[in-house]
């Protein structure tokens, strides 16, 4: 899939989403244009017969899905607690397509997993075993890491992961000896807040919920204070998105409540988003005071060697550009609804926009950010341009985030109007368009 993208001079996710049959994702004249030579030029007789294949059955899918009606139903959550699957049937029958995507995923994830973590990942699922030793660890390290490392390139995950967590949570009640209790519930805890994660990004809140609370329970059990700290702030993120900026607040205090056990980075995370809740609740003061924390912990950390940061390769992750995005966002109210540090608010989104394509959904989320702000405070034909790119990368899309930033670029494009910004209507009515089919 990587390759095939390189050829087209398109995202990986834009393949992924024509793979997915969405209806709505159109090719642009050139790219159709290189997409017909090379089927011309490469396609064998058994692909052809293979496209023609797929063509039809994607009518059939549309079709249907139009005498249905545009809207889709949102999936339901995935389980009710961390011992008792609640998912569908269907989706837990579905084993030959829950194989299809791991290798779907794999083709795009390959570059930031190893050789063993994605033999286990891709080992089919079997009978709850007898016994559960390190080799079911593995297995659930793997599983989390896959998702997390796909998750972040844009793919969708949530409805794959029934089975994975079915498995985990029948792992989770059988005996075993303590220091394999801890490993399990360790890697159990993580593969949760990845799922939690995943269903947040679509708007499934009460599904992320349970998954983020199961993780939560599981690091209680394992003691591993790195992940305690991730998942309340994961619930952080996810209760400032909804509006609930106290919430996220007593939760971020529990996160970083034993700064010894945890690095310096993981700190630098907690604060950024400390700082969003206070934006959030318009405190001018406590948000900027949170960012500079944030920036100052982040900048403390270069040669720090605390064991947190090696937990799902977060050293690395939590980069430079991650956390000045993280800060853009947390003074992005401030920002944007009182023309309060404009400036470096631009800056810091500028670099955010440097983040790679393994983190392109945050990436598209500090471009939306940074194409509001020029709209209704800046340069305003920079602002339209941005826009721009942010409505082609978002159609198709399942997150409910790039969903709600389009929204806000969209009231940002009204403003623009009013500065008599070219460009700046027709952007609004294009969003518009776009906000009503998804």
């Known amino acids: 899939m990587r390759d095939f993208a390189a050829l087209l001079g398109v995202e990986i996710t834009t393949v992924a989403n024509w793979r997915r049959g969405l209806g709505t994702v159109v090719p642009r004249p050139g790219t159709q244009a290189i997409l017909d030579t090379a089927y011309a030029q490469r396609a064998t007789a058994d692909d052809r017969t293979r496209f023609e294949q797929i063509v039809a059955e994607g009518q059939a899918a549309w079709q249907a899905r139009r005498r249905g009606g545009r809207k889709s139903t949102p999936a339901g959550p995935a389980w009710s607690s961390y011992d008792e ?13 829950r194989n299809d995507f791991l290798r779907g995923m794999l083709a795009v994830s390959a570059t930031m997993l190893s050789d063993e973590m994605i033999a286990a990942a891709a080992d089919p699922l079997d009978q709850l075993p007898a016994r559960v030793g390190m080799a079911h660890v593995q297995r659930v390290s793997a599983w989390a890491s896959v998702f997390r490392s796909a998750d972040d390139s844009g793919l969708p995950v949530g409805d794959e992961m029934v089975q994975q967590v079915r498995a985990v949570a029948g792992y989770l009640r059988m005996e075993m000896p303590q220091p394999l209790h801890r490993a399990m519930h360790e890697a159990a805890g ?23 609370h199961a993780g939560w329970h599981c690091a209680e059990q394992s003691d591993a204070w790195w992940l305690r700290a991730a998942v309340l702030t994961c619930l952080a993120r996810q209760a400032i998105f909804l509006g609930q900026a106290d919430e996220a607040l007593t939760m971020l205090g529990m996160a970083g409540m034993r700064p010894d056990r945890l690095s310096l980075l993981r700190r630098a995370d907690i604060a950024a988003v400390q700082a969003r809740a ?33 937990h799902e390769g977060f050293g690395t992750y939590y980069s430079d550009a991650m956390l000045r995005g993280d800060a853009a966002q947390g003074v992005f109210d401030l920002a944007y609804r009182r023309e309060t540090e404009v400036e470096r608010t631009v800056a810091r989104l500028r670099v955010a926009l440097t983040l790679p394509d393994e983190q392109i959904r945050s990436r598209r989320l500090g471009l939306m950010q940074l194409s509001a702000l020029q709209l209704r405070h800046g340069d305003g034909d920079e602002g339209v341009l941005l826009g721009r790119q942010a409505l082609g990368d978002a159609v198709g899309t399942g997150s409910a985030r790039i969903i709600d930033g389009l929204r806000v670029v969209r009231q940002a494009a009204e403003h623009a109007q009013q500065r008599q910004v070219i460009g700046a209507a027709e952007l609004h009515r294009d969003i518009a368009d776009l906000l009503r089919a998804s």
């Open 278 to 310: 206070f934006g959030q609740l318009g405190n001018a003061v406590e948000c900027l005071r949170a960012v500079e924390h944030a920036e100052q912990l982040f900048a403390e950390s270069r040669g720090d060697d605390h064991p947190d940061i090696d």
């Open 85 to 97: 699957a609640t998912g569908s049937r269907a989706l837990q029958a579905e084993d030959v397509r």
């Open 190 to 212: 993580t593969l949760f807040r990845v799922v939690g994660w995943a269903h947040y990004d679509r708007g499934n809140h009460a599904a992320a919920k349970a998954s983020f």
